[in-house]
């Protein structure tokens, strides 16, 4: 009898070992799921932000051709008003040199923007 009560128990404590083992497993495996899941969510993070910053930037070229389409139909009627009507002329120039300004300010406070972006 106590030959047979002694290999209940030994088997009985066997099982709790044995399952003490698996959990063991299982919780290091959910460690490593759950570092996992912190990278993945870091990076869809990551690249939330670089994407914010490509359409911020596709914004920037997009204005930046407009701006540079403006400024080339104002030197165009500069040049051919030259000969016609030079007052004229001189004022498209003057809206030409405006837009340069302008689109040069722009330029300067977006590369100051993105240098800022770039450090944080």
Request: hydrophobic share 45%; with cysteine.
């Amino acid at each position: 009898m106590i030959v047979l009560l002694a290999t209940l128990f030994l088997i009985l404590v066997w099982q709790v070992v044995k399952t003490l083992c698996t959990n063991r497993q299982k919780h290091q495996q959910l460690i490593v799921a759950q570092q996992q899941l912190q990278s993945c969510i870091l990076q869809i993070g990551n690249f939330a932000a670089m994407q914010e910053k490509n359409h911020n930037l596709l914004d920037f070229y997009n204005a930046l051709g407009h701006s540079i389409a403006a400024l080339h139909i104002q030197l165009q009627v500069a040049q051919k008003l030259w000969q016609i009507n030079p007052v004229q002329a001189q004022q498209s120039l003057s809206e030409a040199s405006q837009l340069t300004s302008n689109l040069m300010h722009e330029v300067r406070q977006i590369v100051k923007s993105m240098d800022r972006d770039s450090c944080e």
